[in-house]
């Protein structure tokens, strides 16, 4: 056994309203995910996603399935989107292999029984995952920027210059429920997702990576008139519940992984706040 998910319940917004540093941290935050040989999640009850990080260090991993889904396999009822935030390395799908590069990512589709990670040459291959139950299978895809929608947002003057890679979205991937993609900010920029929003319909799970050693992300999470901020480092995720705003400003630029599951797959559907109306 070299997988351990934890259970994270859902949160009633008053209840959150009173959670001091700490019970938001226990609550919303991943401190670690990425562990040698091991497989490390969270499964939550928002919208029952598992947000996860493999690290195939010097052994293959297979992806097996827990004591939270009582099924045979990982995937019997699941879908998985998966994000190469390290080094290159292989992954099999019931014997067939994909290479996926650094932010490259793979969607596997439910039903597929063996799914095998493999280390790359350097040891350094970390995935960063997010798993939706599914109705229906869909193809196994990859998808790197070659094929990716691709959006510019934001501008230096405000300070959220960058570059949003739709990677695991309906324009681009069949998906039952999952929609993950990943943005870039630009040198400068450090505000992501500004003007905030809310998406009642989906929960959602940002991962924070290529950010400097002793750089940090400010995340802001809450109802838009109660907001409430917790620090991240690199390589930490944070969970927003569906009635939740999910923003944050680094002292530095960094990437973010972003992952949905929900009532909808549309992107688009927002419900967008002025920076002027949070409190
Ligand atoms: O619902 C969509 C997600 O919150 C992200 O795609 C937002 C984001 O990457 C950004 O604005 O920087
Ligand atoms: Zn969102």
Not at 4 to 21: E, G, L
Request: aromatic fraction near 10%; charge should be negative; proline fraction near 4%.
């Amino acid at each position: 056994m070299h997988t351990f998910i934890h259970t994270r319940y859902s949160n009633h917004p008053s209840d959150v309203k009173k959670y001091d540093t700490e019970q938001l941290r226990e609550h919303f935050v991943i401190e670690s995910l990425f562990s040698a040989d091991e497989i490390h999640g969270v499964y939550s009850l928002n919208d029952r996603l598992i947000v996860g990080g493999i690290f195939p260090q010097s052994k293959s991993l297979e992806l097996e399935t827990v004591d939270q889904l009582k099924s045979t396999s990982f995937l019997e009822r699941r879908e998985i989107g998966i994000i190469n935030v390290g080094a290159s390395c292989t992954i099999d799908v019931n014997g067939e292999s994909f290479t996926l590069n650094h932010k490259e990512a793979l969607y596997i589709g439910k039903g597929a029984e063996k799914v095998v990670f493999h280390p790359s040459e350097s040891g350094d291959a970390l995935l960063y995952f997010n798993s939706a139950p599914a109705h229906t299978s869909f193809p196994t895809t990859k998808v790197d920027k070659s094929n990716a929608e691709i959006v510019e947002l934001g501008s230096a003057e405000n300070s959220n210059a960058r570059t949003i890679y739709k990677l695991i979205v309906n324009s681009v991937v069949s998906t039952c429920q999952l929609q993950m993609g990943m943005t870039e900010l630009k040198t400068g920029s450090v505000w992501n997702t500004m003007p905030a929003h809310t998406h009642d319909r989906r929960m959602e799970a940002y991962f924070y990576f290529d950010l400097q050693a002793g750089q940090t992300v400010c995340h802001f999470m809450g109802e838009p008139q109660e907001t409430r901020h917790m620090w991240l480092t690199n390589h930490q995720a944070i969970i927003c519940p569906p009635w939740s705003i999910h923003s944050g400003a680094g002292t530095s630029n960094y990437t973010f992984i972003w992952g949905m599951a929900g009532e909808n797959l549309d992107y688009g559907d927002m419900d967008i706040v002025s920076p002027d109306q949070l409190r």
